[in-house]
Nanobody, 123 residues
Framework: QVQLVESGGGPVQSGGSLRLSCAVY????????MSWYRQAPGKEREFASV???????DYRDSVKGRFTISQDNGSRTVYLQMNNLKPEDTAMYYC?????????????????WGQGTQVTVSS
């Protein structure tokens, strides 16, 4: 019943920009860290960015200064603004959420993943 749905991916030229969105659907009782991960073909999934429930952010070194993670006022959508994209940013981007979804344990967090949105940066 709880789903994370990514959108906003697509093809883009080197130096271009995209904004990814991660929408949370269903009933949640709390929210912890919301993160973006990415996975390129033949590579392990890697951390890209995180925003915690207080709005504190962090990024992997290779995207610092280029990517910005944010969330809306209701914390129902998380965004990843991606500027100055490089071919090495090409990957499937996944939203990861730490969410409380159990009505009988409303403070118990679980990890939820979206199905991903493809970002392809051409040189």
């Amino acid at each position: 019943q709880v789903q994370l749905v990514e959108s906003g991916g697509g093809p883009v030229q080197s130096g271009g920009s995209l904004r990814l969105s991660c929408a949370v659907y269903g009933i949640t009782y709390c929210r912890g860290d919301m993160s973006w991960y990415r996975q390129a073909p033949g590579k392990e999934r890697e951390f890209a960015s995180v925003i915690d429930s207080d709005g504190t952010t962090d990024y992997r070194d290779s995207v610092k200064g280029r990517f910005t993670i944010s969330q809306d006022n209701g914390s129902r959508t998380v965004y990843l603004q991606m500027n100055n994209l490089k071919p090495e940013d090409t990957a499937m981007y996944y939203c990861r959420g730490l969410l409380c979804t159990n009505p009988y344990s409303k403070r118990s967090k679980g990890v939820y993943w979206g199905q991903g949105t493809q970002v392809t940066v051409s040189s």
